[in-house]
């Protein structure tokens, strides 16, 4: 016989948006009855998740110190006519990690995997087996609404976790490596050195179509590999992934087809960078104002996640533009001067840009000289982006 399962908070969808609400509730309000759901078997499915330092507040670096796998003091930047290594802490999140430190928290009866819901409003979740949980407020997290309410590109990887029969030439992560054969839009290679003998390695596009093709992707991987004389024993991991890059769009018809009038967050919420597509310093923001707020009733969550939502989505228009010039002022073999140009800038500049926090001054330095792209195309760019902007 269907069940009713009353609690305080009930958070649908076990990514890393739903996980961080998990935790930071569990941590600031301890007394409240939380349940977390999700249709997958395990919390956080099958990701690494990777940040900058300078992407998490210092006062909300409780939240993610618990859950990296990995961490770095350096990074490395390539491209044909550029190379840089960059002083930066970067961390990488395994999603068992994820996975262990939410059960870990949260009593056994609270984390309900293999649990699929069918709907969810401001106070309410239905799951698919009839059983049905009646909440204070409901955060709904299951990924994104109707993107065809948004103009995008797309970030799309295919990554491979590898163990190695020697150990391999990296000394620090290499979050780009544009030097490979450029195809289907600007592609790079990403190599994360887990150990001596372990290495994670993306091939990654800024693409105009979401589309993945594993078999050539794979192919890709083994023969940069190949090319760096790294022999593997075998492949432990493989994950693939599409991320949105946002040029403009409908904010309010997007965060309606996620549910109307329901608290949303992570990619629900259109809480995504608009150019490299990553989430994870939304989620520990929104995460710990959620956890902060004093009504966690279901009106109340809607209101707090719109407003944080939108007032994102309004300061974002620069890095909008950046994406349209990106898709649409660059043929797709030279999108990658757009990104090697940008890595001759300063490095705070750098991380405040992926952190989504870029200054005035960053803004105009971003955007002064010469132009990799034809210029007559970035104007026309940065004219039709602001006539967006402004109806």
């Given at each position: 016989?269907?069940?009713?399962?009353?609690?305080?908070?009930?958070?649908?969808?076990?990514?890393?948006?739903?996980?961080?609400?998990?935790?930071?509730?569990?941590?600031?309000?301890?007394?409240?009855?939380?349940?977390?759901?999700?249709?997958?078997?395990?919390?956080?499915?099958?990701?690494?998740?990777?940040?900058?330092?300078?992407?998490?507040?210092?006062?909300?670096?409780?939240?993610?110190?618990?859950?990296?796998?990995?961490?770095?003091?350096?990074?490395?930047?390539?491209?044909?006519?550029?190379?840089?290594?960059?002083?930066?802490?970067?961390?990488?999140?395994?999603?068992?990690?994820?996975?262990?430190m939410v059960r870990a928290a949260l009593p056994a009866h609270a984390v309900m995997t293999g649990r699929k819901a069918l709907g969810a409003s401001a106070r309410a979740v239905v799951l698919a087996d009839g059983d049905r949980i009646e909440a204070g407020g409901v955060?709904?997290?299951?990924?994104?609404?109707?993107?065809?309410?948004?103009?995008?590109?797309?970030?799309?990887?295919?990554?491979?976790?590898?163990?190695?029969?020697?150990?391999?030439?990296?000394?620090?992560?290499?979050?780009?490596?544009?030097?490979?054969?450029?195809?289907?839009?600007?592609?790079?290679?990403?190599?994360?050195?887990?150990?001596?003998?372990r290495l994670f390695v993306e091939d990654t596009y800024y693409s105009d179509t979401p589309e993945i093709d594993t078999p050539v992707l794979r192919a890709r991987i083994d023969d940069w590999l190949a090319a760096r004389r790294i022999e593997t024993e075998g492949v432990t991991r493989e994950e693939t992934g599409v991320l949105p890059v946002a040029m403009g769009g409908d904010f309010e018809e997007y965060w309606r087809s996620g549910g109307n009038r329901v608290a949303k967050a992570g990619?629900?919420?259109?809480?995504?960078?608009?150019?490299?597509?990553?989430?994870?310093?939304?989620?520990?923001?929104?995460?710990?104002?959620?956890?902060?707020?004093?009504?966690?009733?279901?009106?109340?969550?809607?209101?707090?996640?719109?407003?944080?939502?939108?007032?994102?989505?309004?300061?974002?228009?620069?890095?909008?533009m950046l994406s349209a010039m990106l898709f649409r002022a660059a043929e797709p073999e030279e999108r990658y001067r757009i990104l090697e140009r940008f890595y001759r800038l300063d490095a705070g500049l750098i991380a405040r840009f992926y952190a989504g926090q870029s200054s005035l001054l960053d803004r105009a330095r971003v955007l002064v000289g010469k132009p990799p792209v034809p210029v007559g195309r970035a104007l026309n760019v940065v004219k039709s982006v602001a006539i967006r902007g402004s109806q």
């Amino acid at each position: 016989m269907p069940a009713i399962i009353h609690c305080d908070v009930a958070i649908v969808g076990g990514g890393l948006a739903g996980g961080l609400i998990a935790l930071a509730l569990r941590k600031k309000r301890p007394e409240l009855d939380i349940r977390i759901v999700e249709s997958g078997e395990r919390l956080g499915g099958n990701h690494l998740w990777s940040f900058f330092a300078s992407d998490v507040a210092a006062a909300d670096r409780w939240l993610v110190a618990p859950l990296i796998s990995y961490g770095w003091t350096h990074y490395d930047v390539v491209f044909p006519g550029h190379a840089r290594t960059l002083k930066a802490g970067y961390y990488a999140i395994e999603s068992d990690r994820l996975d262990q430190m939410v059960r870990a928290a949260l009593p056994a009866h609270a984390v309900m995997t293999g649990r699929k819901a069918l709907g969810a409003s401001a106070r309410a979740v239905v799951l698919a087996d009839g059983d049905r949980i009646e909440a204070g407020g409901v955060i709904d997290c299951r990924g994104p609404g109707n993107l065809a309410q948004l103009d995008l590109g797309w970030q799309k990887f295919l990554g491979r976790e590898f163990a190695l029969a020697e150990p391999h030439p990296l000394k620090r992560p290499l979050i780009m490596d544009a030097t490979v054969a450029q195809a289907d839009g600007y592609r790079f290679v990403y190599a994360l050195p887990f150990a001596a003998t372990r290495l994670f390695v993306e091939d990654t596009y800024y693409s105009d179509t979401p589309e993945i093709d594993t078999p050539v992707l794979r192919a890709r991987i083994d023969d940069w590999l190949a090319a760096r004389r790294i022999e593997t024993e075998g492949v432990t991991r493989e994950e693939t992934g599409v991320l949105p890059v946002a040029m403009g769009g409908d904010f309010e018809e997007y965060w309606r087809s996620g549910g109307n009038r329901v608290a949303k967050a992570g990619m629900r919420a259109g809480l995504f960078h608009p150019l490299t597509g990553y989430s994870l310093p939304d989620a520990v923001r929104l995460a710990r104002t959620i956890a902060d707020a004093s009504d966690l009733s279901g009106p109340a969550l809607h209101e707090l996640t719109y407003g944080y939502a939108r007032r994102q989505w309004q300061r974002r228009g620069f890095y909008r533009m950046l994406s349209a010039m990106l898709f649409r002022a660059a043929e797709p073999e030279e999108r990658y001067r757009i990104l090697e140009r940008f890595y001759r800038l300063d490095a705070g500049l750098i991380a405040r840009f992926y952190a989504g926090q870029s200054s005035l001054l960053d803004r105009a330095r971003v955007l002064v000289g010469k132009p990799p792209v034809p210029v007559g195309r970035a104007l026309n760019v940065v004219k039709s982006v602001a006539i967006r902007g402004s109806q």
